[in-house]
């Protein structure tokens, strides 16, 4: 059972474009919300995250939107750049002791010239 | 000055064999992970130990067994290898005491199983 719900699988891009991933989640005890940035050969890295107390999150070209009563969310990526070019993962968790990290199935973009 | 290191980066082993991958965080973080990701770069969580005492242990193969000698490492052990253990390793850490449960998880560069 996926828990957290990712599209789409890949995307392409031009530079200076916006780029734009959703994730749809089902257990409404997540209460925390990453995008998580991995190049390759690399361990992903937090790029921002979000509470559902607030419907938007901004910094710098990045901002995650936030649908509590749609279990939705989206990172968008303004000005998109080659060096964006990457996989892409949402994720939710619970706060508490355990504070798992549910993982999306990721979405490779590519930013082209 | 490396946050999250893991150690080998890369493991070729055969079938049937029992193989160790070391993590080693210096952030002073209180809890540590083990993540596998599959072929498809699905990202699942296998183990978690805050302050030295396992607290997740999702459905993985008793094969696997980690290990938490203090705070700043976690080892896995894997035994008797098969060829759908080749993934990539993930060990991540954060600090879940005192920081109003944000789990921001740090990743290191991840170590990647392959089984002959």
């Known amino acids: 059972q996926q828990q957290v719900k990712q599209s789409p699988q890949s995307l392409i891009v031009q530079k200076g474009g916006i780029s734009i991933i959703n994730c749809a989640y089902e257990?409404?005890?997540?209460?925390?919300f990453p995008w998580y940035q991995q190049f390759p050969g690399k361990g992903p890295a937090l790029l921002i995250a979000?509470?559902?107390?607030?419907s938007e999150k901004k910094e710098g070209r990045f901002t995650i939107s936030f649908n509590k009563s749609a279990k939705q969310f989206s990172l968008h990526i303004m000005d998109s750049q080659p060096g964006d070019s990457a996989t892409y993962f949402c994720?939710?968790?619970?706060?508490?002791?355990?504070?798992?990290?549910?993982f999306g199935t990721g979405t490779r973009l590519q930013v082209t010239l | 000055d490396t946050a999250v290191s893991q150690t080998p980066k890369y493991l070729v082993t055969q079938m049937g064999n029992d193989k160790s991958i070391k993590c080693e965080q210096n952030?002073?973080?209180?809890?540590m992970y083990w993540y596998k990701q599959d072929s498809k770069k699905f990202l699942k969580i296998m183990f978690s130990?805050?302050?030295?005492?396992?607290?997740i242990n999702e459905t993985v193969p008793n094969r696997f067994s980690p290990k938490s000698p203090d705070k700043a490492h976690l080892n896995l052990h894997i035994n008797s290898l098969e060829l759908g253990d080749s993934a990539v390793y993930f060990c991540?850490?954060?600090?879940?005491?005192?920081?109003?449960?944000?789990?921001?998880?740090?990743f290191g560069p991840g170590t990647r199983l392959t089984v002959l």
């Open positions: 979000i509470r559902p107390d607030v």
């Open positions: 257990n409404t005890a997540f209460d925390y």
């Open positions: 952030l002073g973080h209180d809890t």
């Open positions: 130990y805050n302050n030295k005492e396992l607290i």
């Open positions: 994720a939710a968790s619970i706060t508490g002791t355990a504070s798992k990290l549910t």
């Open positions: 991540a850490s954060s600090q879940l005491t005192g920081t109003g449960g944000y789990n921001e998880q740090f």
